[in-house]
T-cell receptor, first 112, second 111 residues
Framework: DTAVSQTPKYLVTQMGNDKSIKCEQN?????MYWYKQDSKKFLKIMFS???????INETVPNRFSPKSPDKAHLNLHINSLELGDSAVYFC???????????FGPGTRLTVT | SQQGEEDPQALSIQEGENATMNCSYK?????LQWYRQNSGRGLVHLIL?????REKHSGRLRVTLDTSKKSSSLLITASRAADTASYFC???????????FGKGTSLLVTP
């Protein structure tokens, strides 16, 4: 069984559109994350969320919003997509920050 | 801000050789982790070393940590073509809510 899954794997859309990426983990972890990996493979944290607290990286535009319907899911919603949003987005989960993180397969977003 | 910096950026070796990658970081940490990313895939956790540990082994992997120099190394012994991937170090951030990843070392192992 897949530990951390993301859908879709590929997403191609036009500027100005709104899109969502879904993430689910079946590990029973308390904390989930969203990362953005740019074309140079630099991985940057966007959000960290557990059932008590959402922590947002202050550099992330407010067009990006995480939504968690329950502990096993953390979806990423993006409004008014821009060309610079093109990247690979990874969801991850962990028991907490002291432990290893488990990553999803990534969603390659292309904004045209 | 980015915490870890891997060195070298790219490494090319032949099967059977050892590969060594280094990571430097800037501020105090609780733990340091190494991850592998195969092309087009997600990151896979390899090993975690805590700040009070100096060395850790896992199969063909050996990780060292020198907190006085704020550096870590990952050694892969007897490399295989399947080890071809990007390797990232990650440290827990000052804010305590996320990992900070370096830019990675791209390893190519040729048969």
């Amino acid at each position: 069984d897949t530990a951390v899954s993301q859908t879709p794997k590929y997403l191609v859309t036009q500027m100005g559109n709104d899109k969502s990426i879904k993430c689910e983990q079946n590990l029973g972890h308390d904390t989930m994350y969203w990362y953005k990996q740019d074309s140079k493979k630099f991985l940057k944290i966007m959000f960290s969320y557990n059932n008590k607290e959402l922590i947002i990286n202050e550099t992330v535009p407010n067009r990006f919003s995480p939504k968690s319907p329950d502990k096993a899911h953390l979806n990423l919603h993006i409004n008014s997509l821009e060309l610079g949003d093109s990247a690979v987005y990874f969801c991850a989960s962990s028991q907490d920050l002291r432990y290893e993180q488990y990553f999803g397969p990534g969603t390659r977003l292309t904004v045209t | 801000s980015q915490q870890g910096e891997e060195d070298p950026q790219a490494l090319s070796i032949q099967e059977g050789e050892n590969a060594t990658m280094n990571c430097s970081y800037k501020t105090s940490i609780n733990n340091l982790q190494w991850y592998r990313q195969n092309s087009g895939r997600g990151l896979v956790h390899l090993i975690l070393i805590r700040s009070n540990e100096r060395e850790k082994h896992s199969g063909r992997l050996r990780v060292t940590l020198d907190t006085s120099k704020k550096s870590s190394s990952l050694l892969i012994t007897a490399s295989r073509a399947a080890d071809t991937a990007s390797y990232f170090c990650a440290t827990d951030s000052n804010s305590g809510y996320a990992l900070n990843f370096g830019k990675g070392t791209s390893l190519l192992v040729t048969p």
